[in-house]
């Protein structure tokens, strides 16, 4: 059976343009009615990744997370707005993140729940792979359904970040650092995200790609009209229907990769039923891609002991602009292997210990940290 992924063209964040898309996404899905029930506890699970303004195309747009949160209030369901951000999960955190990006207001004005329990649980996980059981965010635990609000934008590490990468986000705060550290290397992280988005087992999942991120997203990329609102009850065939529209091969992506070998998708639009706007209408053929591919390439034509150096030696590597940096330290706090090190209000990183997962860039409210990628490696990675 075809999994269903709507395609709801919206071209600015109008709040009465973003509501009219949310309802024909959820007609094009059949009717609200077939997922949730009156009187639901619905939790958004929001990208809300660092306190940014709206307008840097980090998070959920408010405009979009205001349109959902009415829509389903004007149903019969009560909605509670969360994330995990980066950086410690406690109140003050949450406060000022959900300040900062135009969510605290969004809850005054439609009467939605912030949620600030930060406590966490252990989950059983029995499709899990390399994950049985998972430690997430105690909301989860006590609302009866999950909507995953994610945002369109590509991903240093994990090249896209989308639908199942949101999911990410009910690990709490700085425990999601023990995950990169556990699993530095791709295919054991992707599948750990996968992992985490079948222990939540989102009811549905929505993507505000009105206005998305191209380059060096998560956070420091820049902002790129799409113009599309994306909703599907399957987050893996969501991310293959994003990435197809900006012209990201859907398997290149870790995290779809996994999902194909694993038989949850086909990593085309092959077993996707596209409702309502055509997906030609979206399609972007210059959107900016990070390029994250490791020369595996190399494998079978050098032994392993050569490979192990050339690809270290043409590893793609955090750099810090010392000039814009504001000495803030969010970088080494959230540095998994805690190998920055804060020197005279900069950080100098020990890159022997770096496992270029890249938290640095992410969580850098000044854009300071820049991925340097040895030309050689770029040539490399596109034979
Ligand atoms: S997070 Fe960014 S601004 Fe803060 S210390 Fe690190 S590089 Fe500088
Ligand atoms: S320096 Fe940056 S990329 Fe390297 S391990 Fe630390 S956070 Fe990750």
Redesign the pocket.
């Known amino acids: 059976m075809k999994e269903k992924v709507s395609l709801v063209k919206c071209n600015e964040y109008d709040f009465t343009e973003v509501k009219n898309s949310i309802v024909e996404s959820f007609e094009n899905l059949g009717g609200i009615n077939r997922y949730i029930e009156k009187g639901d506890t619905v939790l958004l699970k929001l990208n809300l990744l660092m306190r940014k303004k709206p307008e840097e195309a980090t998070t959920t747009h408010p405009v979009f997370t205001k349109a959902l949160a009415e829509v389903l209030i004007e149903y019969g369901a009560s909605i509670v707005l969360g994330d995990s951000p980066g950086g410690p999960f406690n109140q003050r955190m949450l406060r000022n993140v959900y300040k900062g990006c135009g969510i605290e207001e969004i809850a005054n004005e439609t009467g939605a729940n912030l949620n600030y329990n930060t406590n966490s649980n252990i989950v059983k996980n029995e499709d899990g792979l390399i994950l049985k059981e998972v430690n997430i965010i105690e909301v989860l635990k006590e609302v009866d359904k999950v909507i995953s609000v994610s945002k369109l934008k590509t991903h240093g590490m994990m090249m896209f970040t989308g639908a199942v990468k949101n999911m990410f986000g009910v690990i709490a705060g700085l425990e999601k650092a023990e995950y990169h550290v556990r699993m530095p290397n791709n295919v054991d992280f992707s599948n750990a995200l996968v992992d985490i988005c079948l222990a939540c087992k989102p009811t549905l999942s929505f993507m505000d790609g009105i206005v998305g991120m191209e380059g060096s997203g998560p956070s420091a990329g820049d902002p790129r009209e799409v113009g599309v609102v994306i909703a599907s009850t399957s987050p893996y065939h969501l991310d293959v229907v994003a990435t197809s529209i900006i012209g990201l091969e859907p398997t290149k992506v870790p995290t779809v990769q996994r999902c194909v070998e694993r038989g949850i998708c086909k990593g085309s639009l092959e077993d996707i039923e596209l409702l309502g706007d055509d997906i030609k209408d979206f399609s972007i053929n210059d959107f900016v891609i990070p390029e994250i591919r490791s020369l595996d390439l190399l494998e079978g034509w050098v032994p392993k002991f050569l490979r192990d150096i050339i690809n270290r030696l043409l590893q793609p590597k955090p750099v810090?602009i010392h000039e814009e940096?504001?000495?803030?330290?969010?970088?080494?706090e959230s540095c998994p292997p805690k190998v920055i090190e804060?020197k005279n209000k900069?950080?100098v990183v020990n890159l022997d210990g770096c496992i270029r997962c890249f938290c640095?860039q992410e969580?850098?409210?000044?854009k300071?940290?820049k991925i340097h990628r040895p030309w050689l490696m770029k040539v490399l990675s596109k034979l």
């Open positions: 810090f940096c504001v000495g803030c330290g969010d970088c080494a804060m900069r950080p640095c969580l850098c409210p000044k300071a940290v």
